[in-house]
């Protein structure tokens, strides 16, 4: 066979698998380690499902996938570090929305576009948070909640982990349709926004089942519903804010958890890390997984399709920010 047929006849049946042609012909990719950025420190959430991604990638492809954590300034440090990174393929990112989507309309001077800088490969997972509020509020619906903000104007105040976060955007849409003039007490971090509410400081927040789940279950927080269109499968129970009476866009937009490369990183390669988390996600122990951390697997993404969905959200996050109010400088 000659070497014009053999490459044929190899890309041939690299489509016929299924897999990115060009990839699996010139068998290029990956041939030694590829750097994962998480612009967050260890141990979160992003972190924690980056690094079991990583590891299927490494028993699937037969390179490592490692995780480096660049901390800072909402997730702009990793990812501005990504944006200007070779599109070689050996630097990607695994990230959230507000470090992907929701910071260029936050920040006064983003050093980075999202969309010309970046390559979005595969929406991995929705991260759901859950509206919870104090037990002292006579509330149990997001409805009924709505009437005791309007009952007691100037009197409530929600928390959040941060300026621009998505409870601040959330809280500052529902005391918008209420005219319910809360207070916003941002914090620095999840963590500390549910110690203050488990002790009555302020009155509701969102944040995530993991760090709401025990505390309702033993009667210290009242949990009214889960942002988005989808029960949890670990609350299944617990209905969605719409099912709850809160309506509109900053009850069912749900922050994502994907991976991301640089701009004009080969759609070949992309591909094939979609192809790859596909067949990860195709695990019943990884659903399962995720289902804990309380995300949502999104076990069918590719390139294309987390463009979509990020188009399409685009410009709703946009008006939340703008309805807050909130400018940050880096």
């Not at 976060?165 to 500390?192: C, R, V, W």
């Not at 927040?205 to 709401?212: D, G, I, P, Y």
């Not at 659903?287 to 390139?303: A, F, L, N, Q």
Request: charged share 20%; aromatic share 8%.
């Amino acid at each position: 066979m000659s070497k014009l047929n053999r490459r044929q006849f190899q890309t041939l049946g690299a489509a016929a698998l299924g897999f990115p042609a060009v990839v699996r012909a010139q068998d290029k990719y990956p041939n030694r380690p590829v750097r994962v950025v998480v612009p967050f420190a260890p141990g979160g959430g992003t972190d924690t499902l980056g690094r079991a991604i990583c590891q299927k990638l490494t028993e699937s492809l037969g390179q490592p996938f490692v995780i480096d954590n660049k901390p800072g300034a909402s997730g702009i440090i990793g990812t501005d570090a990504v944006a200007k990174a070779a599109p070689d393929g050996y630097t990607l990112n695994f990230n959230i929305s507000t470090a992907l989507l929701i910071n260029q309309f936050l920040y006064n001077k983003l050093p980075y576009n999202p969309l010309k800088d970046l390559s979005m490969v595969y929406k991995a997972a929705d991260g759901y948070t859950i509206l919870a509020v104090h037990p002292s509020l006579p509330v149990k619906t997001g409805t009924e909640l709505m009437e005791y903000i309007k009952a007691n104007r100037g009197k409530l105040t929600y928390g959040s982990y941060g300026q621009g976060s998505f409870p601040h955007l959330a809280g500052a849409y529902l005391d918008h349709i209420t005219n319910g003039g809360m207070q916003h007490a941002a914090y620095k971090g999840e963590a500390p926004c549910v110690q203050d509410l488990l002790s009555g400081q302020i009155h509701m927040t969102w944040a995530s089942a993991m760090n709401l789940k025990q505390h309702a279950a033993t009667g210290k927080l009242k949990l009214i519903g889960v942002q988005g269109n989808k029960r949890l499968p670990t609350l299944p129970d617990l209905p969605t804010l719409p099912e709850s009476g809160l309506k509109g866009d900053a009850f069912e937009l749900v922050g994502f958890l994907a991976m991301a490369a640089p701009a004009k990183t080969p759609m070949a390669i992309q591909e094939l890390i979609a192809a790859e988390i596909r067949k990860a996600f195709a695990d019943p122990a990884m659903k399962e997984r995720i289902d804990t951390m309380g995300y949502g697997m999104v076990p069918d993404s590719s390139p294309e399709r987390f463009l979509a969905d990020y188009k399409r959200d685009t410009p709703k996050w946009e008006a939340l920010v703008k309805l807050s109010g909130v400018k940050l400088d880096i």
